[in-house]
């Protein structure tokens, strides 16, 4: 196994999640420290002690539970300018995932969990931040659990698509898909067959996939395809995110 390689907090852009929230920022940055991972690290185990909170400046990281019987359930992807080990804020916490890289390469930065919890309880701004940062990701988690009975297949592969986009101006858009396709069919809870179909549905919406590459003709067109089986159609803040 590659050693990471550890970078000094000094190196850190500000992260995207606290845009918001320079004040935050100020107090977070002088504690992280960043780590480059290289594609199939594993970062934190599933049960593991929650030593730190994680933030993707770079890079796909995917975050599992295997079952006894070695099944794998993909819980979530991250990437840049996401954030995992949320256990980390809580006493005594271990981590309720593995978190494996799943791009060539990624650049991550932690902070240790004594660090964020004091840091949280000296400040009322920086805890507020963190609360509605969490808050965000359980509204995702459940909007994905929506998708699943709502949607078809064809319909969240094209949310996924979409949340890939950098935006959501009309025109084409070419895009890279950046997780092998065995690991986007667990996410989005089909088999690889039926990613295929799905990819051959979407054809007649203008999108066509070339190995990673994604051509979307029309991206209204696929929207509308997809936000009409959803129930925060015109109302969602991560078009240009994974949830």
């Not at 991972?37 to 990281?61: M, T």
């Not at 799943?102 to 949280?120: F, G, K, N, W, Y």
């Not at 066509?208 to 009409?228: A, E, M, P, Y």
Request: glycine share 4%; charged share 25%.
């Amino acid at each position: 196994m590659i050693k990471p390689d550890v970078k000094q907090a000094r190196e850190i852009l500000p992260h995207r999640l606290f845009d918001d929230s320079p004040d935050a920022w100020n107090i977070i940055a002088p504690n992280l420290r960043h780590k480059s991972y290289h594609k199939d690290e594993v970062v934190i185990h599933h049960g593991d002690s929650a030593g730190n909170l994680w933030l993707v400046y770079r890079g796909w990281v995917k975050l599992t539970r295997l079952t006894p019987d070695g099944k794998e359930t993909i819980i979530s992807l991250c990437s840049e300018d996401d954030m995992f080990g949320e256990a980390a804020l809580f006493m005594r916490a271990n981590y309720p995932y593995n978190a494996q890289i799943i791009s060539s390469d990624a650049d991550l930065a932690m902070i240790p969990a004594e660090v964020i919890r004091r840091l949280i309880a000296k400040d009322a701004s920086l805890s507020a931040h963190i609360m509605s940062m969490f808050s965000r990701r359980t509204a995702q988690a459940q909007l994905k659990l929506e998708h699943m009975s709502t949607m078809s297949a064809a319909q969240r592969l094209g949310c996924f698509l979409l949340r890939l986009c950098q935006n959501q101006a009309e025109g084409a858009k070419t895009l890279q898909i950046p997780v092998d396709k065995n690991i986007l069919a667990s996410y989005l809870g089909m088999k690889p067959e039926t990613l295929s179909r799905s990819q051959q549905q979407l054809k007649v919406l203008g999108v066509v996939l070339k190995g990673h590459t994604i051509i979307i003709d029309n991206i209204s067109r696929l929207r509308d395809f997809v936000c009409n089986s959803c129930s925060e159609s015109g109302l969602c803040e991560a078009d240009a995110s994974v949830y």
